[in-house]
C-alpha cells in the first residue's frame, strides 16, 4: 500500500489552500500616495507636450511624435490608475459586501495602513464579529478572535488569495506595484463609449513578469483619468474577472472611485462590493499602530 | 566386497541402461529446480520493487535531513554546508552501491494560476541527480520533465493541474516566504515579504498517489534557492541504492563519515514507518509462499524419484542373487540417485537461470493473466522484473539436493530389503 | 462412459497401489496446499482491507453528487435540497449487508495554540456510532478518545499536538471558514492524542464531535457531508455501492463510492497481491503435470505386456489414448478429493484459530494504516478452490495425452514379447 509519503515536503499546505481560497480573515494594507503634486505636474506636462507638438508638426511626422506622447500618457495614467487607493499610509472605513452562491454577507471595517507591509484591520459589524482584527507586518499575520478572546497566528500567503472569503486579493487592494512595472500598455482604443469620451488600454505582461493573467484591458475617463472598469484575461484569452469603479467622489483633495465591484466572469450570480465611507491618506501612523497589542482594543 | 568405486560405475550404468527413463527423470527434477529459481526470483523480485516503488516517491533508501527535520518538518532546518560533497566522497569509495543522489530544497509555498491559487509543497531539484532517484520524472504525462540545465520550468501533478486549469506553457505565479535558517538575523520578524515568481508549466505528471498530484511541484533546485533565499543550502539528500539490503551499512558509513555535524541520516525504514510494516507484511507473505511452492517441489521430487525406482523390483532381484549385499544395493541406488539428481540440477540450473534471465529483463507481465480492471494511474508496475541473488541459488540448489538425497534413502532401503526370489518374479 | 470401461479403469489405477498412492497422494498434497494458501491470503488481504479503511476512510462511502474529491463545505447531504439525512441513513442501515453507518462533517482550517498555528481538517463524528465503523478510538496514545461528556473535547494527531505545543487538557481555537461565509472560530480542550503511524493524519487531523462541528461551521443539524459504512463482508463492497446508487438515487441525489476508488492505492496493492498468489497456482500445476507424466510413462512402460495384450484383443489405439486419459482423469479426481479432505482441517483451523507469525512486528502491531498483526486469519476463498481444482482437471487431462499417445502406439505383437 502506499502510504501517503513525502510527510517531509507536504505539511498541511493543501489545507491552508482550502482556509485560503475560502476566505480567513485577511489584513488589509492599502498605502496612498498623494497624486496633488503629481497632477499639477501632469497638466504642466500636458501643456508642454502641446506646444511641443504643434511645434514638431512644423518638421516631424504627426504620427511620431503624438505616438510617443500618448505612449508616454498611457503609461502615465495607467500608473497613475492603480495608485488611486494606495498611498504612504492611510486610515479608511470601509463597506464590503459579498454576495456568493451559497451565502452573502456585509462586513464594516476600519483600515489602517502603512506602505504596504504593515496593515490592520478592525472589524464594526456584524455584531457578531465585531471586534475582530487583523494585523499584518511583512510576511506574518494575526486574528484577534474576541468571541474565544484569544489572537491566533496565520501564515501571511493566506491574505494573498480571498480576502475575507471576497473576490479581492490582498493584491488587489494594497500592491504598491506599479502595473507599467509588470505591464507593457497600449492604447487600444480612444474615442466615445455611451457618450462618454475613454480612453481604453491594453496590458500585456512583460517577459518575467511575476503576474498570472495573459492580459489586462483597463477603460479610463478623459476627462478626469477616472477608471471606468478593469477586466482581467487568462492566457487564452478567456476574460476571468471585472472590476468596476463607481461613485467618484473627492475626499481630502482627491478624487477617487469610492464603489468597487469584482465580478468573476464565470459565476454570474457572484460578486464583492467595497465601498470607502471614508479615506484619509498620509496621516502619520505610528509603526506601534501594528503591533499585537493594538490588536485587541 | 565390490568397491565403492565399482558399487558408483555400476550405479552410473543403471542410469543409461534405460535412458529415456532417465532423462524423462531428470528433466522432471530439473523442472522442479527451475521452478523453484523462478518463483524465488519474481517473489523476490517484486518484493524489491514494491519497497524500490515506495522510496522512489519518498525519500529513497538513505536519507540525510538536519538534525530534528524528520519529527518537524519545519523548512528552516537546512543542512549545513559541505554535506553534499562529504556523502558523495562516501559514496564514491563505496563502488556501485548507489543508484542515484538527489540534494533537495523542500519548502511550501502558494502557486496561483488565473483561475485558482493553491498551497503547496515546493521541492527543488537538480533534474539530473532527481531522475535517478525519484519516480516522478518517469510518469510524466505531458509535456516534459524538467531540463538538464536547470531552465526555469516547473512540474506539477495532473490533480493540480486541474484544480489551476492550466496547460503545459501555462503561466503560473509561485508565491514562498523567504526560509530563515537558524543562525541568521531574525531581528525583525516577518519583515521579509513574500517572493514571487513566474513559472512555465513544462510538464504535468501522474503518480496515482493523490497527495503527490494534488500537492507537489518541482523547480530546478537554483531557481528554489533563490526563491527562498538561501543560495547553496538544501533541506535533504535522498540517496537510492541498487540493493535494499545496502540501507542499513550505507547509513552507518555516512554517520561515521558525519559525525559531529547536525544532521539525522535515516534509512527508509525510519523515514517511512508505514512502508516499512508493509514490508514485513510483504515478507511474511514471501515467506510463506517460497515455504509452499518448496513444498510442492518436494512432493514433485518425491513422486519422481519413486516412481523411478519402485518399478525395478526385477532388477534389484537380479543384483542381489548375483551377490550384492543389501547395503551394497543401498549405497548402489542412493549413488545413483545422486548421479542422477546431479544431472537434474545441472538441467534445472541451466534453464532457471535462463528463464530467470528473461524475466530479469523482459520482466514477467501480470497483465497477461488480468486483463480486467487495471486503473490507468497505477502505483504498482503490472510487470514484474525477476531478481535472484547468488544466495538464493546456492540455497536452492542446496535444498533440492538434500531432499532429493533424503527421500532417495526410502528407496535405497526398499532395495536393501529385496526378498529373493519374490523380486525375480516376473510377474 | 460405459459403466465396464470405468471398472476398468479403477482397477488399473490400483493394480500398483503404491505407485497410484504416491501419486495421488503428491497431487493431493499439493492440492491441499493450495487450498491453503488460497485461504490464507484471502484472510490476509481482508484484514489489509479493513485495516486500510478502518482508521478514517469506511469500506464505503456516501457523499453529495458533487463533494468528492474537492470537498467544498456547501455540498451537504440534508439541507440544500431537503434531503432528509436521518432518513438516508435510516434507509442504509436498513439493508442486511450494513453492519453500521456513521455521520460525518469536515471542515478545513487552523488550530492555534499560544504561540503556533497549523493547518488542520477537522472531521466532525458522533463517538458512539463513528466507533462501531472505525478503530480510532484504539490508537489513543494520551487522553481519552471522544465521548459525550466533553462537547468542546477534541483530539489531535500526535505530531500535530508536538508541533504546537499543546498537551491533553491544553486549550485551543480552531479557526475554519464557515457555511454563512464568516470565520468560524472557538475555544477547544484537548481530550486526547492518537497515533495512528500515518504521518498525513498525525500531522493534520482533528476530530471532534459533528454538532460541535456543524456549529462551529454554522451548519444546520440536518447537514452533514458524509456517510461512513461498514459491511459485514467487505467483499459485497462493490455489489453494495451499485445496488445503493440504484436504491438510493430513487430518493436522495448522492454518489456512493466503495474503498476501492477511495484507496486506490491500498486496492492496487491487494490486486497486485492476488495476483501473485496466482504465480503459485501456476507452479502446482507445472508439478502435478510433472508428477503425472513421470507416473503415467512409468506406469505404460510397465504395462506394455497388458496393453499389448489389449489391443491384439482387439482394442483400438483410439479406445487405449481414452483409456489412459481416463485413468489420468480419475487420478486427478481422486487426488483432489484427497486433497480437499486434508485441507479442510487446514483450513478450519486457519479460519478459526488463525496462523502465528509471531516475531512479525509484534510490539508494534499499532504502527502503521495497515495493521496486520502477528495473527493471520484464513477466509474462504471458493472462487480460488474451484480454479485450483479445474485447472488441476485440465492440466491431468493434458499431461496424459504424450503417455497415452505413446501407449497408442505400442504394436500389439511387439508389446507382447516384452518381459
Known amino acids: 500500500m502506499k502510504p501517503n509519503i513525502l510527510y517531509n515536503s507536504v505539511p498541511a499546505v493543501g489545507l491552508l489552500a482550502m482556509l485560503a481560497a475560502e476566505g480567513a480573515k485577511a489584513i488589509y494594507a492599502a498605502s496612498v500616495r498623494t497624486i496633488e503634486g503629481k497632477a499639477a505636474c501632469f497638466s504642466m506636462r500636458r501643456k508642454k507636450a502641446g506646444v511641443a507638438i504643434c511645434l514638431g508638426l512644423a518638421w516631424l511626422s504627426l504620427a511620431q511624435v503624438s505616438q510617443a506622447a500618448v505612449d508616454q500618457r498611457a503609461q502615465e495614467n495607467v500608473d497613475r490608475v492603480s495608485r488611486l487607493l494606495v498611498s504612504q499610509s492611510s486610515i479608511a472605513t470601509v463597506d464590503m459586501q459579498i454576495t456568493k452562491v451559497d451565502w452573502q454577507r456585509t462586513i464594516s471595517m476600519q483600515l489602517w495602513t502603512l506602505r504596504d507591509t504593515n496593515v490592520l484591520v478592525r472589524i464594526r459589524q456584524p455584531q457578531e464579529d465585531a471586534g475582530t482584527a487583523i494585523l499584518k507586518v511583512g510576511a506574518k499575520a494575526w486574528i484577534y478572535l474576541p468571541k474565544a478572546n484569544r489572537t491566533v497566528t496565520m501564515p501571511a500567503s493566506m491574505m494573498t488569495t480571498s480576502w475575507m472569503g471576497s473576490h479581492f486579493t490582498l493584491d488587489d487592494l494594497v500592491s504598491q506595484s506599479r502595473l507599467s512595472d509588470n505591464y507593457a500598455i497600449a492604447t487600444s482604443f480612444a474615442g466615445q463609449r455611451d457618450g462618454v469620451a475613454v480612453f481604453e488600454y491594453t496590458l500585456t505582461p512583460k517577459s518575467s513578469a511575476a503576474v498570472v493573467w495573459g492580459k489586462i484591458v483597463m477603460e479610463v475617463r478623459e476627462s478626469d483619468l477616472m477608471p471606468v472598469w478593469q477586466r482581467y484575461y487568462d492566457e487564452d484569452g478567456k476574460p476571468v474577472r471585472e472590476l468596476s469603479f463607481s461613485e467618484y467622489k473627492t475626499i481630502n483633495r482627491r478624487l477617487i472611485p469610492t464603489r468597487l465591484v469584482m465580478r468573476p466572469l464565470d459565476q454570474a450570480a457572484e460578486q464583492s462590493t467595497i465601498t470607502y465611507e471614508s479615506i484619509a491618506f498620509d496621516t502619520p501612523i505610528g509603526a506601534e499602530m501594528f503591533s499585537l497589542s493594538k490588536l485587541k482594543q | 566386497m565390490a568397491g565403492v568405486l565399482l558399487l558408483a560405475k555400476i550405479g552410473w550404468r543403471n542410469l543409461w541402461r534405460s535412458p529415456r527413463g532417465t532423462l524423462v527423470t531428470a528433466a522432471a527434477l530439473g523442472l522442479g529446480l527451475t521452478l523453484l529459481l523462478t518463483s524465488l526470483g519474481l517473489l523476490d523480485g517484486s518484493h524489491d520493487q514494491v519497497v524500490g516503488n515506495g522510496v522512489r516517491f519518498g525519500t529513497g533508501h538513505v536519507v540525510i535531513q538536519a538534525q530534528g527535520y524528520q519529527d518537524t518538518g519545519s523548512q528552516e532546518l537546512l543542512l549545513p554546508a559541505g554535506v553534499v ?343 | 462412459m460405459s459403466g465396464g470401461l470405468l471398472r476398468l479403469v479403477w482397477r488399473n489405477l490400483w493394480r500398483n497401489p503404491r505407485r497410484t498412492m504416491i501419486a495421488m497422494t503428491a497431487i493431493g498434497l499439493g492440492y491441499a496446499m493450495l487450498l491453503f494458501v488460497a485461504c490464507l491470503m484471502a484472510g490476509l488481504r481482508q484484514q489489509m482491507i479493513e485495516s486500510g479503511t478502518g482508521l478514517l476512510l469506511s469500506e464505503i462511502e456516501v457523499h453529495a453528487p458533487d463533494y468528492y474529491p474537492d470537498r467544498p463545505l456547501q455540498r451537504t447531504l440534508g439541507g440544500r435540497d431537503g434531503t432528509d439525512v436521518d432518513a438516508l441513513v435510516a434507509a442504509i442501515t436498513a439493508d442486511p449487508r450494513v453492519q453500521a453507518a456513521s455521520p460525518r462533517v469536515y471542515g478545513g482550517g487552523l488550530v492555534s495554540a499560544t504561540h503556533q498555528s497549523a493547518g488542520v481538517q477537522i472531521l466532525g463524528v458522533v463517538p458512539d456510532v463513528e466507533q462501531t465503523i472505525t478503530v480510532l478510538q484504539t490508537r489513543m496514545v494520551k487522553g481519552s478518545y471522544l465521548n459525550g461528556g466533553m462537547p468542546k473535547g477534541i483530539i489531535m494527531g500526535d505530531k500535530l499536538a508536538t508541533m504546537i505545543g499543546v498537551e491533553v487538557g491544553s486549550e485551543i481555537v480552531l479557526l475554519t471558514p464557515a457555511a454563512d461565509g464568516s470565520t468560524g472560530n472557538d475555544l477547544y480542550t484537548v481530550a486526547g492524542t492518537f497515533h495512528t503511524g500515518l504521518d498525513a493524519m498525525d500531522r493534520t487531523l482533528v476530530v471532534m464531535p459533528l454538532a460541535s462541528l456543524q456549529e462551529l461551521l454554522r451548519l444546520p443539524p440536518g447537514r452533514i457531508h458524509e456517510i461512513g459504512i461498514k459491511l459485514h463482508d467487505i467483499d459485497e463492497a462493490s455489489a453494495t455501492v451499485v445496488a445503493f446508487e440504484v436504491q438510493l438515487s430513487e430518493t436522495f441525489p448522492v454518489r456512493v463510492r466503495p474503498w476501492q476508488e477511495l484507496a486506490p492505492e491500498l486496492a492496487d496493492y491487494v490486486q497486485f497481491n492476488h495476483r501473485v498468489t496466482f504465480i503459485l497456482f501456476f507452479i502446482f500445476f507445472l508439478s502435478a503435470a510433472m508428477g503425472i507424466v513421470s507416473t503415467l510413462l512409468m506406469a505404460i512402460i510397465e504395462r506394455t505386456r497388458e496393453l499389448g495384450l489389449l489391443m491384439s484383443l482387439g482394442m483400438r489405439p483410439g479406445q487405449v489414448v481414452g483409456l489412459i486419459v481416463a485413468e489420468s482423469a480419475c487420478l486427478a479426481a481422486v487426488s483432489l478429493v484427497l486433497g480437499g479432505a486434508l485441507g479442510a482441517p487446514l483450513l478450519w483451523y486457519l479460519q478459526v484459530h488463525g496462523l502465528n507469525l509471531g516475531g512479525e512486528g509484534d510490539d508494534s502491531v499499532s504502527l502503521g494504516g495497515i495493521v496486520v498483526g502477528p495473527l493471520w486469519y484464513g477466509r474462504p476463498d471458493w472462487a480460488a478452490y474451484t480454479q485450483a481444482a479445474v485447472g488441476l482437471a485440465v492440466t491431468a487431462l493434458a499431461s496424459a495425452l504424450f503417455p497415452a499417445l505413446r501407449a497408442a502406439r505400442f504394436r500389439p505383437a511387439e508389446a507382447l514379447r516384452k518381459v
Do not use: C
Open chain 2, 85 to 427: 560533497s562529504a556523502t558523495e566522497a562516501f559514496l564514491r569509495t563505496e563502488n556501485g552501491v548507489a543508484r542515484g543522489v538527489s540534494p533537495r530544497l523542500l519548502a511550501s509555498g502558494l502557486l496561483s494560476s488565473a483561475a485558482n491559487a493553491i498551497g503547496v509543497g515546493v521541492m527543488g531539484v537538480i533534474p539530473k541527480e532527481e531522475r535517478a532517484v525519484s519516480l516522478i520524472p518517469e510518469r510524466i504525462v505531458e509535456g516534459t520533465y524538467l531540463d538538464d540545465d536547470q531552465r526555469p520550468g516547473v512540474v506539477i501533478g495532473v490533480e493540480l493541474a486541474r484544480k489551476l486549469a492550466v496547460k503545459i506553457g501555462g503561466r503560473v505565479v509561485l508565491m514562498t516566504q523567504a526560509v530563515q535558517p537558524p543562525g541568521t538575523e531574525t531581528a525583525n520578524a516577518g519583515e521579509g515579504e513574500m517572493q514571487s515568481s513566474l513559472l512555465r508549466v513544462s510538464g504535468i505528471f501522474r503518480t496515482g498517489v493523490q497527495g503527490i498530484d494534488a500537492n507537489i511541484i518541482q523547480v530546478p533546485l537554483a531557481e528554489a534557492q533563490t526563491l527562498l533565499g538561501v543560495p547553496g543550502r538544501i533541506t535533504q539528500i535522498a540517496v537510492l541504492l541498487e540493493q535494499e539490503g545496502d540501507a542499513p551499512m550505507v547509513a552507518q558509513g555516512l554517520q561515521t563519515r558525519l559525525t559531529g555535524v547536525p544532521v539525522e541520516i535515516l534509512t527508509w525504514r525510519e523515514a517511512m514507518p508505514a512502508l516499512a510494516q508493509l514490508m514485513l507484511l510483504d515478507e511474511a507473505f514471501n515467506y510463506v509462499m517460497n515455504g509452499v511452492v518448496l513444498a510442492m517441489v518436494g512432493l514433485g521430487i518425491l513422486n519422481t524419484i519413486l516412481m523411478r525406482v519402485l518399478a525395478r523390483r526385477y532388477e534389484f532381484g537380479l543384483f542381489s542373487a548375483l551377490g550384492l549385499r543389501p547395503a551394497q544395493l543401498a549405497v548402489m541406488v542412493v549413488g545413483e540417485s545422486l548421479a542422477l539428481t546431479a544431472i537434474s540440477l545441472a538441467l534445472g540450473l541451466v534453464l532457471g537461470l535462463t528463464v530467470q534471465h528473461y524475466f530479469a529483463t523482459s520482466g514477467l507481465d501480470l497483465r497477461w493473466f488480468f486483463e480486467s480492471s487495471l486503473p490507468d494511474a497505477l502505483v504498482f508496475d503490472p510487470i514484474i522484473y525477476s531478481r535472484l541473488s547468488a544466495a538464493r541459488i546456492a540455497s536452492s540448489v542446496g535444498i533440492v539436493l538434500l531432499m532429493a538425497t533424503l527421500i532417495s534413502f526410502y528407496p535405497a532401503l526398499k532395495a536393501a530389503r529385496t526378498k529373493l526370489p519374490d523380486a525375480l518374479k516376473v510377474f
